[in-house]
């Protein structure tokens, strides 16, 4: 089975600083891999994904990712924090449902990210 | 373009219980998947629908079940409800496509049980 590990629970920045959020998966082909943000009290919004092709994959709000087979990672980053960034984000892989065809996602327990003035 | 709505957005329930959750899909999803998300943790899969026929089921009991529409919108039942069943349920909708679907999050329903 799939997993996603999500090392860090909290993390806190300073408002223009960069960040990084780290997620390592558990797959054994090439996976489909996506980030999602989720504010409090809201469902989840998907940043970016990755399905195939160039390892720096572009999202909204300014966000990138770097899909990294040999280490198994797939970490978000952002060059200059804003405060409207606080909220939880959740790495995901995704798998095919073999009785139906259908695709399922696996999430990480996610890392609050937490953004000083 | 609509996005995916559910409802209610919050709900109170005693051990017991049954309750029923819906969602709407985006304009043009034909699958929807449900999830549930308890306090401090990431979204876990329940089942997904497509064709109004259940496609796929993660680690939960047969007490969780679901329908879906012909306009594709879907329902979360969840009968003798426990404790443990307070959570926050996603729904998510996609097209069936090759390769991987991406899937779109609704807003949630926010199940307390006591």
């Known amino acids: 089975a799939q997993s996603v590990t999500q090392p860090d629970i909290h993390i806190t920045v300073s408002e223009g600083a960069s960040l990084e959020l780290r997620c390592n998966y558990s797959?054994?082909?090439?996976?489909?891999l996506f980030w999602y943000v989720q504010s409090p009290g809201q469902g989840l919004q998907l940043l970016l994904k990755?399905?195939?092709?160039?390892?720096l994959v572009q999202g909204i709000k300014g966000f990138e990712a770097e899909f990294k087979r040999s280490q198994s990672s797939f970490n978000l980053r952002k060059p200059s924090v804003h405060w409207s960034d606080a909220a939880e984000y959740f790495c995901?892989?995704?798998?095919?449902?073999?009785?139906?065809?259908?695709?399922?996602?696996?999430f990480g327990t996610g890392t609050q990210l937490k953004v000083e003035l | 373009e609509t996005g995916v709505t559910q409802s209610p957005t919050h709900l109170i329930k005693t051990r017991g219980q049954q309750v029923t959750l819906r969602c709407s899909s985006q304009?043009?999803?034909?699958?929807v998947s449900w999830y549930q998300q308890a306090l401090g943790q990431g979204p876990q899969f329940i089942f997904q629908?497509?064709?109004?026929?259940?496609?796929g089921r993660g680690n939960f009991p047969p007490r969780f079940s679901g329908l879906q529409f012909p306009n594709y919108s879907s329902e979360l039942n969840v009968n003798a409800l426990e404790l443990d069943d307070s959570a926050l349920y996603l729904c998510?909708?996609?097209?069936?496509?090759?390769?991987?679907?991406?899937?779109?999050f609704g807003p949630g329903t926010r199940l307390l049980v006591l």
């Open positions: 990755y399905f195939s092709g160039d390892t």
């Open positions: 995901a892989v995704g798998e095919t449902i073999l009785t139906g065809g259908g695709n399922k996602l696996t």
């Open positions: 998510a909708s996609s097209l069936r496509a090759p390769g991987f679907e991406t899937q779109y």
């Open positions: 304009s043009g999803h034909n699958t």
């Open positions: 797959y054994g082909a090439t996976p489909y």
């Open positions: 629908y497509y064709r109004e026929e259940e496609n």
